[in-house]
């Protein structure tokens, strides 16, 4: 079992001056699902090496186990610190594709041709295809059957009541819950801050950084 986890390498919160990045829970609460299933896992970004942690994931209030449990793992570490090229990836060989969210991959992953043409490929030859948070924006621009991916479609994501408690909708370049929506994709969405993951077939989606062990446990039952 061969899973490939995508990074953001943007670390720019719009023009705010502060940092962004992926938001490390969703890495690795997902990683140790793989990792503890038996699973291969690669890392990729679109410029490789180590992508940026966003600093506020990181935070004393955002610690969970899977966090601690990487910052004690030097093989992880190493890992993370060496992503792929995106553009360097093909999809053969792999079972599945997950993306963490983290405000990251709004700017470059949503309009990425390369992460764009994998997830098509991944879809098109019957792979299941995994986001979490502000991982579902990476759907933005991605079509099956010359429709986007998402109409029609059972999705989740980060919701515009969540954006607002963060106080970023007016810094991100679009709102993950409006651009499903406007996709054709059927957006459903617990509490704010609830886990909640939504499957549709091959697609999974995770609301926020509570559902990211969630996502990855319906990803690892679509593989088994």
Wanted: hydrophobic share 40%; charged share 25%.
């Amino acid at each position: 079992m061969k899973i490939l986890m995508v990074l953001t390498s943007h670390d720019q919160l719009g023009n705010t001056g502060k940092p962004t990045g992926f938001w490390l829970e969703e890495f690795a609460a997902p990683y140790y699902v793989f990792k503890d299933a038996g699973a291969e896992i690669t890392l990729a970004s679109p410029k490789g090496g180590q992508p940026p942690i966003d600093p506020k994931s990181d935070e004393p209030g955002n610690q969970t186990e899977a966090m601690e449990r990487f910052k004690k793992d030097p093989a992880a570490q190493k890992a993370l610190a060496t992503t792929i090229k995106l553009g360097d990836v093909k999809a053969d060989g792999f079972d599945a594709i997950f993306y963490p969210g983290g405000h990251g991959p709004l700017w470059d992953l949503a309009d990425d041709k390369n992460s764009i043409a994998l997830i098509e490929n991944f879809y098109n030859t019957g792979k299941p295809v995994a986001a979490v948070c502000h991982g579902p924006a990476v759907l933005k621009a991605v079509t099956h059957q010359g429709q986007p991916i998402v109409r029609g479609k059972r999705v989740t994501g980060f919701t515009n009541s969540e954006e607002e408690a963060v106080q970023l909708t007016d810094v991100v370049p679009f709102l993950v819950e409006d651009v499903l929506k406007r996709l054709g994709g059927r957006f459903e969405k617990a509490a704010d801050w609830a886990d909640f993951t939504v499957v549709d077939g091959r697609l999974i989606t995770g609301q926020n950084p509570s559902s990211s062990t969630s996502a990855a446990k319906e990803l690892l039952k679509l593989l088994q």
